[in-house]
């Protein structure tokens, strides 16, 4: 199956190569024209929107979606970008959150609601009162983490915690607040401490989390290390102190052990010195590994370099104004040396978030209610700014994700006035006028909607493991200008790479029958693959996600000998149990430890300080089938 080229194809191919990442980037557009709201939802020709829900609407599972919707989070399931959940929680009091069951479908190019329902907070009477979900965040493990924008005194159920001002972890898949303490009821994080939260954000391995807290005099940021890399139930508080907010900082610590110092976090960060921000609303980690965080009383989007130290006078560095109000009235010409004049960036940037090029994306509540881009070669001295939404009258954008392959990008429209009138075409074809809280899908036109084609049919797509490593088979139909497939692989469903580039020329219209056998799998128990069609016009798309369970992959244990802790990668399509058995030369189990395994690309910890020096076994097993057993030494 291959075929070989000049030199000129070759450069040919990788220029089309090169301009089909940038011709369908979701940060691909133009500018649109600054002015105060309408009534209707602008956003480039470029792209579309589809209504996904509305408030009010009925929920399949019973109920119906909240009021005032914030935090829209895409959870993909096993790393799919067409099939998922979607989280929309109500900054409302009592709050809710809904989780939808959502698929994108490949024939219609529309976004399907499957089924839908709100999360019980009132299991077993337990849970006591929740107050105005804001924004939150996707974790590492597939969960959804909402945040209450509220400190409102009560403690209802009696636990001598305050009921508000907390952040709840929830299993979309069940609708369940989840677990982590051991307790056996559902409750919150409450080592992350209390505050007036908008959001938080994780790192990719689990062993950070950042929030903040938005109130104009107490604006603090927090750093929360687990004692268990993925279990925020437990851990370490800190506070950012610094001077001026530039330069550098400290991380101070807060006290978190015991119920009262939990629900006086504000009181004992102030007491620690934290810096107060005058607000803030979302925190991410950009693709540079820098802390971003947005300040909506000032109008600035903060970043620095966190050095993982802690009680130092570098723990932070470089903490600079990315974006924003550096000088007070910042303006930027958001269409370079156009016909638009600069527009002002105003006050009130709040939910943020990163497309898969490194643009950040900033939505406005206050000023104009703007949605602006910022490109990562972005710098106040020499400005990247782009404006791509002016939402409807009396509304804000909230909440923000994408879905993996960075084409889908999934908000809200918060409080737009009753009064609008204007009727608009979203791209399902239903007549939308926003003068209520509404939950949309954006996309470029060649994704979303009836207009957008795609370059050929998948009549079928199946990966089976064979004894040379993973085939792959697909037949295609109703080929249309065809230039190339790319075959691409994961070993967690979200972070693809390139290991074949398939040249074989197609005639027009007909069918094709294509395999590629993966002879080198990767040293993981599930492998994604997808197939990328490249068209001469340089644009592409992706087939669906397909994923093979690997009957011969062997877990490895780590490092070997060992000191304080063990580790081993695990990879799982969903959530399931797990067991860890530690016994020693004797045979006498030692440790045993039951674990929730999350889906997803994950590493496990195993803490085995406590154990004297010797020889070891470690067992575990899971309900995948798979399982490990392996000696080790401890030193």
Request: aromatic residues 10%; proline residues 4%; charged residues 15%.
């Amino acid at each position: 199956m291959k075929i070989f080229y000049n030199y000129s194809t070759l450069v040919a191919i990788l220029v089309i190569c090169n301009h089909a990442v940038a011709a369908q980037s979701i940060g691909t557009f133009n500018s649109i024209a600054p002015s105060a709201q309408t009534s209707s939802f602008i956003i480039p020709s470029t792209h579309t929107f589809q209504r996904i829900i509305k408030s009010g609407d009925a929920l399949s599972l019973g109920g119906s979606l909240g009021a005032s919707l914030d935090f829209t989070g895409y959870v993909p399931i096993s790393g799919a970008s067409n099939n998922g959940y979607l989280s929309i929680s109500s900054e409302t009091t009592p709050a809710a959150c809904a989780i939808l069951g959502i698929s994108y479908n490949y024939s219609s190019h529309i976004w399907n609601v499957n089924n839908g329902g709100n999360v019980n907070f009132l299991t077993a009477g337990t849970f006591g009162n929740t107050s105005r979900f804001c924004s939150g965040t996707v974790t590492p493990n597939n969960t959804i983490i909402v945040c209450e924008e509220s400190v409102t005194s009560g403690d209802a159920n009696g636990d001598g915690y305050e009921d508000i001002g907390w952040l709840i972890e929830i299993d979309p898949v069940s609708r369940t607040v989840i677990n982590q303490d051991g307790l056996g009821v559902p409750d919150r994080l409450w080592a992350v401490g209390r505050g007036e939260h908008e959001n938080a954000v994780i790192k990719s391995d689990n062993t950070v989390l950042y929030t903040g807290v938005d109130n104009s005099s107490t604006g603090y940021l927090y750093k929360f290390i687990p004692t268990v890399a993925g279990n925020f139930s437990d851990g370490l508080l800190y506070v950012l102190q610094t001077t001026g907010a530039f330069g550098n900082g400290t991380w101070r610590i807060v006290a978190n052990s015991t119920i009262a110092n939990r629900n006086a976090t504000t009181s004992l960060s102030t007491t620690a010195g934290a810096y107060n921000f005058n607000g803030i609303e979302d925190v991410e980690i950009g693709p540079d590994g820098k802390i971003y965080f947005a300040a909506k009383g000032l109008g600035r989007v903060y970043r620095f370099t966190d050095n993982g130290t802690f009680g130092t006078a570098t723990d932070v560095s470089g903490l600079e104004v990315f974006v924003g109000n550096s000088t007070a009235g910042i303006t930027y010409d958001v269409d370079g040396p156009g016909p638009f004049v600069a527009e002002s960036w105003g006050i009130g940037n709040d939910n943020l978030a990163f497309d898969n090029e490194g643009n950040l994306w900033v939505l406005q509540d206050g000023g104009r209610n703007h949605i602006w881009v910022v490109a990562p070669s972005h710098t106040q001295a020499s400005p990247q700014v782009r404006l791509f939404g002016k939402t409807p009258t009396g509304s804000e954008p909230t909440g923000i994700t994408f879905t993996p392959d960075g084409k889908f990008m999934f908000l809200s429209i918060q409080h737009p006035s009753v009064g609008n009138s204007t009727s608009q075409l979203d791209a399902a074809g239903n007549s939308v006028i926003f003068n209520t809280h509404t939950t949309l899908v954006i996309a470029r036109t060649e994704n979303l909607g009836p207009t957008s084609t795609l370059p050929l049919i998948y009549n079928s797509f199946e990966v089976r493991e064979n004894s040379n490593g993973a085939l792959l088979q697909w037949v295609v139909s109703q080929v249309v200008n065809h230039s190339h497939f790319e075959i691409e692989r994961s070993v967690d469903g979200i972070n693809f790479e390139k290991i074949f580039t398939e040249l074989k020329i197609l005639s027009n219209n007909n069918q094709h029958i294509l395999s590629f056998t993966d002879n080198n799998l990767p040293n993981s128990s599930v492998v994604f693959y997808r197939i990328k069609q490249v068209e001469k016009s340089g644009t592409y798309s992706y087939s669906i996600q397909k994923s093979i369970k690997v009957k011969n992959f062997k877990i490895t244990l780590y490092p070997v000998p060992a000191n304080d802790h063990l580790y081993f990668d695990y990879v799982s399509e969903k959530i399931n149990n797990g067991k860890i058995v530690i016994i020693d030369v004797a045979g006498q189990t030692v440790i045993s430890e039951d674990k929730k395994l999350m889906a997803g690309k994950k590493i496990i910890q195993v803490d085995i300080k406590r154990l004297p020096k010797g020889t070891y076994t470690l067992i575990f097993e899971n309900n995948e089938s798979q399982n490990l057993r392996q000696k080790f030494i401890k030193l």
